[in-house]
């Protein structure tokens, strides 16, 4: 039996600050950001967006060739949950009409936390091959003005079909973990930005991929040679690179320093112009190689690694099906990359302190553009979702976020 992608979508906000335009205000060479990380842009949500709309966007669209009443499990995989109880995956439950015979929860363990979904579902179809599950991995990754993790945060949903009948890539069997208490990342319950020791990050994210390597070769028997692409975590673009070179070292691999990039470089387009969106952002980078690789990939075999700061990685790998372009929706991506908005300084600073009330107040929250769904406010401490017309409303002036409304 195959177990594997049968549909993909991804969402980003459609606002962005230019890397370079932070760096000059950081008085800052821009080469640091667009060289060093490898990141151009990176994606800001408005303040009526959140993981739920952005998790609901990407689905939306995932679902336009499949059944609603089909699917049997909708998962939440999120570093930047809105509830310590109900889980965000019923928010998009309702957006999008699921049957309510529809299973729906959310999952955490940083950004590793998609994966884990994706064996969860494995382990679901495996039980019953009429079963079909949505994954939907949303993230705002955020680390406070003026941090070393200022240049790397970024916004960004993925959302998955996976089930029996795939047409874009098969998972093959076995993965390897690896598992580790340590504070390279975290997010306490009391903070809206994560606290990241980078460098020690970095050091932990390679030996946490080494580690599940060496398990995973143990489990699978494969070997660095029988991978044709390599697609990895991607926090920054840079630290794919590191990462590769690692592997490929780890393996005495002969490959030029060009012939190990081609492993990964197509794998990379989308993230510099995104910047990190946590648990999507493996998934961002095999969408990114489907959509831009030249190359037919049909029955070649692709090696995956996901990594969760705390720590958990795990390594697995899947096979691209045969006509695996023709359901991919790659015009539409550069569209939605094209037609984003870029904020100067200002704008994203506006955007990026504006808070829905913690206590609870109602709230009527400002229109800006945004995707079919959209955040209208808080009411009775309940947050409130609506669905836009279907063409996204040209850009609104940017207006102040501040003032507190209450609904009529
Ligand atoms: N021109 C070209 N390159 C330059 C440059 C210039 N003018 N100035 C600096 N650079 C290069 C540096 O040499 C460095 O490259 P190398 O790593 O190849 O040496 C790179 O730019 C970055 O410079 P620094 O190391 O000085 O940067 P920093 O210390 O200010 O911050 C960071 C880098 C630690 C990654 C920081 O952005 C950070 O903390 N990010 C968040 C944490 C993170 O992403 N960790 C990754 C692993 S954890 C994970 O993957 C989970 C997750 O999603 C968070």
């Given amino acids: ?36 990380l490898g990141q151009e842009k990176m994606a800001v949500p408005p ?19 499949i059944e609603r009443s089909s699917i049997d499990t909708i998962m939440f995989a999120t570093e930047s949950s809105i ?29 590793c936390s998609s994966t884990t979904g994706l064996q969860i579902a494995q382990a679901l179809v495996t039980q019953n091959p009429t079963q079909k599950i949505l994954l939907v991995a949303s993230d705002i990754a955020r680390y406070g003005f003026n941090t070393a993790g200022e ?29 580790e ?3 390279d990342f975290w997010r306490p319950n009391y903070r809206d930005e994560a606290l990241v020791d980078g460098k020690y990050s970095i050091k932990i994210y390679l030996k946490a991929l080494a580690e599940s390597w060496k398990h995973y070769v143990k489990e699978s028997g494969a070997r660095f040679e029988d991978f044709y692409r390599f697609c990895y975590h991607l926090p920054f673009t840079r630290m794919a690179e590191k990462a590769h070179t690692h592997l490929a070292k780890i393996n005495k691999s ?42 037919d990939l049909s029955e070649k075999r692709v090696g995956l690694f996901s990594y969760g700061s705390g720590c958990m990685a795990t390594f697995f790998s899947g096979t691209f099906l045969p006509h695996y372009k023709r359901w991919l929706q790659g015009e539409a991506h550069h569209h939605m990359f094209a037609t984003r908005k870029s904020l100067i300084y200002r704008e994203y600073e506006n955007f990026y302190t504006h808070k ?12 800006h553009e945004t995707g079919l769904f959209r955040i209208a406010g808080i009411k009775e401490h309940k947050r409130i979702y609506e669905t836009c017309p279907i063409a996204p409303p040209q850009r609104p002036p940017l207006q102040q976020t501040k003032s507190i409304t209450k609904w009529p």
């Fill in 1 to 36: 039996m195959k177990f594997g992608i049968e549909s993909i979508n991804f969402y980003t906000p459609h606002y962005y600050l230019d890397l370079e335009a932070l760096a000059q205000e950081r008085g800052l060479d821009p080469q640091k950001y667009l060289r060093g």
């Fill in 47 to 65: 303040p009526d967006e959140d993981v739920v709309t952005m998790g609901a966007n990407a689905a939306y669209r995932a679902l336009e060739n």
């Fill in 83 to 111: 509830d310590q109880s109900k889980a965000a995956a019923i928010y998009v439950h309702k957006l999008l009409g699921l049957p309510t015979t529809c299973k729906a929860f959310e999952i955490k363990q940083a950004c």
């Fill in 151 to 179: 240049p790397s945060q970024g916004a960004g949903a993925i959302a998955i079909v996976l089930s029996a009948q795939p047409c874009l890539l098969a998972f093959n069997g076995e993965s390897g973990s690896y598992t």
């Fill in 181 to 183: 208490d340590v504070m």
């Fill in 254 to 295: 002969t490959l030029t320093p060009t012939e190990q990039y081609q492993q990964v470089a197509d794998s990379l387009k989308f993230n510099p112009i995104t910047g990190n969106c946590y648990t999507a952002s493996l998934y961002e980078g095999i969408l990114s190689l489907m959509i831009e690789s030249k190359e």
């Fill in 356 to 367: 829905l009330p913690s206590d609870g107040e109602d709230y009527v929250t400002a229109k």
